[in-house]
């Protein structure tokens, strides 16, 4: 299974993460061996097997509706970055 | 016996005897961390004016002739991916270096109405992905025994911390082995528990079906009080269960009449001769002590890592998406659009090992690839389950090396991922499986530890610990080991 730097740059891009060119091909490199060693999966027979999607297999925790209490919104603006007023403020979101 | 050398248990019984004070020991601790963590680098936050202050309330409630609960007044470390209100929670990453949590997790806040006193947060590999704690962007964390080596991964800085004396408890996490993995380097005891029987809310995320919280010690029997006061039903952690753990029964139970499961994969040519000798000495103690040992089968085994990190990594990828420089964490600076800051701040804030970690779980979820590789682990991933309910059906626990090698050299892996991984060959089924496994010093291989892993069914920790304590009182491996 051998990646090429330009399939690095989608699952990259994906991910949102910008990376060199040196780190695309040494991560196109380490990927394919990895995804080389995932690939002894394939000479497991699974057809009949239904997949484990949690460990315990609960089903529907719940907890009854009352409100309790939470962070207060000092605390969370407190940690963010640039605010503006009582807003989170970024760098505008959309073009034009 | 220098203060910092004793256990909980040992503290517990000098505090009340009034041999010492809570601030005495606490003050101990302290200094030994200034005398060797500079060097041994186990923290990445000291926090002495916090530790002396929980200290003088356990003295006071001394004074005034109260009762105090056997962990008040003991110095504990954590691991720095757990939260703790007010103090710096990092996670070993650049993204979340300046971030200090409003709210403690619920395991840190069990211990902390019970008395304890934190030490400082330990180092770790980044967002705790990885195997010998050389991925924290805050440096690498020395093995106590022999300084040219790893303490292991990821919690490699609570095993040192509590090998050295520095803590006489700490919490790790175990995502693939993340606690017993250096627990077994570092010579101390390491247990992850059934999942869901100690809460993960307040642990940052890296793969919530795989993630644990659980205690490093020096005896067994420290393991069981950390133990004791962590698990439990936690309204907050809709994945917590509430512990069907009988814990009146005493440690000293003995293993007699007990059957010993022996799986040959895990004695195969992957294991060093002079770790599988050692381990195999262990089982003949067990023998020796009035258990049956039988040979069985794990047939899956060579599959587990594989599906471990198509899971883990999957997993990762979702919960590391949170990290944006939005709401909280590291911004980067120059950015145009919340496109540009969302990509410079992901690429600038996370080490190498989370950006491979993150793209391999992207590229297995992605369209196309999702079948072949996150469905088919998750299938594997019932094999493996299945592979240990039938070796349940006729054994009592399964015991096996913790790691194919005792510590490696610091810097040997590094570049190769692969190799890295294959630390965790024998501790990765346990967190597919949900199951208990506890890992123990059994002896020692050219001065480097070597750890015994036993495991039991789903919510079987009184019988592990009863059986690694057995092990314990019968060998001289136990408390502190000068490094």
């Avoid at chain 2, 995320?205 to 993630?211: G, N």
């Amino acid at each position: 299974m051998r990646l090429t730097p330009e399939q690095v740059e989608k699952v990259a891009e994906l991910a949102r993460l910008e990376l060199t060119p040196q780190e695309k091909e040494r991560y196109a490199e380490q990927l394919s061996a990895v995804l080389d060693y995932f690939s002894m999966l394939n000479t497991l027979d699974t057809v009949n097997v239904s997949p484990t999607t949690h460990a315990l297999m609960l089903k529907n925790v719940l907890r009854d509706d009352i409100v309790e209490p939470s962070l207060t919104q000092e605390q969370v603006l407190s940690l963010v970055p640039q605010i503006a007023g009582e807003f989170v403020a970024v760098p505008r979101a959309f073009e034009g | 016996m220098e203060l910092y050398q004793l256990t909980a248990k040992d503290i517990h019984v000098g505090l009340r005897r009034k041999d010492f004070s809570a601030r005495e020991v606490a003050q101990a601790h302290l200094y030994r961390v200034d005398d060797i963590d500079h060097e041994l680098k186990a923290f990445i936050t000291v926090t002495p004016e916090k530790a002396l202050l929980a200290a003088d309330k356990v003295d006071a409630l001394i004074a005034r002739g109260e009762v105090i609960h056997k962990l008040s007044g003991v110095p504990i470390a954590i691991k720095d991916n757990i939260c703790t209100q007010g103090i710096p929670t990092t996670c070993g990453s650049r993204m979340l270096e300046h971030f200090v949590p409003p709210y403690s997790a619920t395991a840190v806040k069990r211990l902390c109405d019970l008395g304890v006193v934190i030490v400082g947060k330990t180092n770790l590999d980044e967002f705790a992905m990885g195997s010998s704690t050389e991925n924290s962007a805050f440096g690498v964390t020395k093995n106590p025994h022999c300084m040219s080596r790893v303490a292991g991964g990821s919690s490699g800085g609570s095993a040192a911390a509590v090998a050295s004396g520095q803590a006489v408890l700490a919490l790790g996490s175990d995502t693939g082995g993340s606690i017993r993995q250096p627990a077994a380097f570092c010579g101390v005891v390491g247990l992850k528990t059934t999942y869901g029987l100690v809460s993960r809310f307040g642990l940052i995320a890296f793969a919530s079906s795989l993630d644990h919280i659980g205690p490093l010690a020096r005896t067994v029997s420290d393991a069981a009080w950390a133990l004791q006061a962590i698990t439990g039903l936690d309204p907050r952690d809709s994945t917590s269960v509430a512990p069907n753990i009988d814990s009146s029964q005493p440690l000293a139970a003995g293993v007699k009449g007990k059957i010993i499961g022996i799986p040959k994969e895990y004695f195969g040519p992957g294991v060093d001769k002079d770790v599988a000798e050692q381990v195999k000495r262990a089982i003949k103690v067990f023998e020796g002590l009035g258990a049956e040992t039988v040979d069985i089968s794990l047939p899956h085994t060579d599959y587990s890592l594989p599906a471990y990190h198509l899971i883990a990594t999957a997993e990762a990828s979702s919960n590391l998406s949170r990290y944006d420089g939005v709401r909280y964490g590291f911004r980067a600076s120059g950015a145009e659009s919340t496109d540009e800051l969302i990509k410079l701040s992901r690429s600038q804030g996370f080490g190498a090992e989370v950006k491979r970690r993150i793209m391999l779980g992207t590229y297995a979820l992605s369209k196309g690839h999702h079948d072949a590789y996150y469905s088919k682990a998750q299938k594997v991933r019932t094999l493996i389950r299945a592979d240990f309910t039938k070796a349940f059906s006729q054994v009592d626990i399964i015991v096996t090396p913790t790691t194919p090698t005792t510590a490696f050299t610091i810097g040997s892996k590094i570049e190769d991922p692969l190799a890295m991984y294959r630390a965790d060959i024998y501790t990765v089924s346990a967190n597919l499986a949900g199951i208990p496994a506890v890992s123990l010093n059994c002896g020692f291989v050219d001065g480097l530890p070597v750890g015994l892993q036993l495991m039991g069914p789903a919510l079987s920790e009184i019988l592990l610990l009863q059986a690694a304590f057995a092990y314990e009182q019968e060998t001289r491996f136990a408390g502190y080991q000068e490094g």
